[in-house]
T-cell receptor, first 108, second 114 residues
Framework: KNEVEQSPQNLTAQEGEFITINCSYS?????LHWLQQHPGGGIVSLFM???GKKKHGRLIATINIQEKHSSLHITASHPRDSAVYIC??????????FGTGTSLTVIP | NAGVTQTPKFQVLKTGQSMTLQCAQD?????MSWYRQDPGMGLRLIHY???????DQGEVPNGYNVSRSTTEDFPLRLLSAAPSQTSVYFC?????????????FGPGTRLTVL
């Protein structure tokens, strides 16, 4: 069983819709990261969370440490948001554990 | 800054051949790591380094070798390629180890082993 589970696996939305991607983990963590993988394959870091909530533009990330759950929200989605979104957790050491990703397609 | 660079972008090998995937960063990061990405699976850690001269194994180290002679470079060696090593390989770096630092990823190397 993967220590990091994401849902949904695939998501199709109309432009302008509010989108939520979920990440649940089964172990104690020091930090959780949200990553974006572009259709061309490149991976960029979006957020690092250890508590609470962060906002960057139309993206919002939240984490509930007690419930071992994090969400990534995209407001007013746009076709350029189409990508794979990956959740990764660090348990305080040198290793990250990654979810399998959520593939998002935003249709104009 | 070029960030994290990887070469080559694509490679085809025959079973039993060896090769080195190159990774370099120009951000003076202590921590560097190699991941492989396979369909339906999350990124998995192969090897990592917390500084020049220091390397350690990750989740899936078998069949791979690494060294870190300088802060900038962290090459990954495939000793005797097998079809199971067909994958996309990503190198990443961060300022230090641990979870509180942003990870910077290279563009990836797509490897096919026939």
């Amino acid at each position: 069983k993967n220590e990091v589970e994401q849902s949904p696996q695939n998501l199709t939305a109309q432009e302008g819709e509010f989108i939520t991607i979920n990440c649940s983990y089964s172990v104690g963590i020091s930090a959780l990261h949200w990553l974006q993988q572009h259709p061309g394959g490149g991976i960029v870091s979006l957020f690092m969370l250890s508590s609470g909530k962060k906002k960057h533009g139309r993206l919002i990330a939240t984490i509930n440490i007690q419930e071992k759950h994090s969400s990534l929200h995209i407001t007013a989605s746009h076709p350029r948001d189409s990508a794979v979104y990956i959740c990764a957790v660090n348990r305080g050491g040198n290793q990250f554990y990654f979810g399998t990703g959520t593939s998002l397609t935003v249709i104009p | 800054n070029a960030g994290v660079t990887q070469t080559p972008k694509f490679q085809v090998l025959k079973t039993g051949q060896s090769m080195t995937l190159q990774c370099a960063q120009d951000m003076n990061h202590e921590y560097m790591s190699w991941y492989r990405q396979d369909p339906g699976m999350g990124l998995r850690l192969i090897h990592y380094s917390v500084g020049a001269g220091i390397t350690d194994q990750g989740e899936v180290p078998n069949g791979y070798n690494v060294s870190r002679s300088t802060t900038e470079d962290f090459p990954l060696r495939l000793l005797s390629a097998a079809p199971s090593q067909t994958s996309v390989y990503f190198c990443a770096s961060s300022y230090t180890a641990g979870g509180y630092n942003e990870q910077f990823f290279g563009p990836g190397t797509r490897l096919t082993v026939l």
